[in-house]
């Protein structure tokens, strides 16, 4: 995507259908912390990585970390 903030609308889009979406939560996450929210995307990538501790390694794999 090529906006930070059309990522993280996305990302919210998704997890309103499935809150428990690790993939969505990690991506937004770190799309947050491109943007500068820091503890946002800190704790949306730990809430990611709470439902699904694997996903840091899954998301690295795809080129999102």
């Known amino acids: 995507m090529g906006s930070l903030d059309d990522a993280i ?3 919210n889009a ?3 259908i499935d809150q428990k979406m690790a993939s ?3 991506g937004r996450g ?3 912390r491109l943007k500068g ?4 995307g800190e704790a949306d990538i730990a809430g990611a ?3 699904r501790p694997s ?3 899954e998301m ?3 080129g999102i970390n």
């Open 49 to 51: 990585k709470a439902i």
């Open 14 to 16: 998704a997890l309103q």
């Open 9 to 11: 609308a996305a990302y």
């Open 60 to 62: 690295a794999q795809a």
């Open 55 to 57: 996903i840091a390694d």
């Open 30 to 32: 770190t799309a947050k």
């Open 37 to 40: 929210e820091t503890a946002g």
């Open 24 to 26: 969505s939560l990690y």
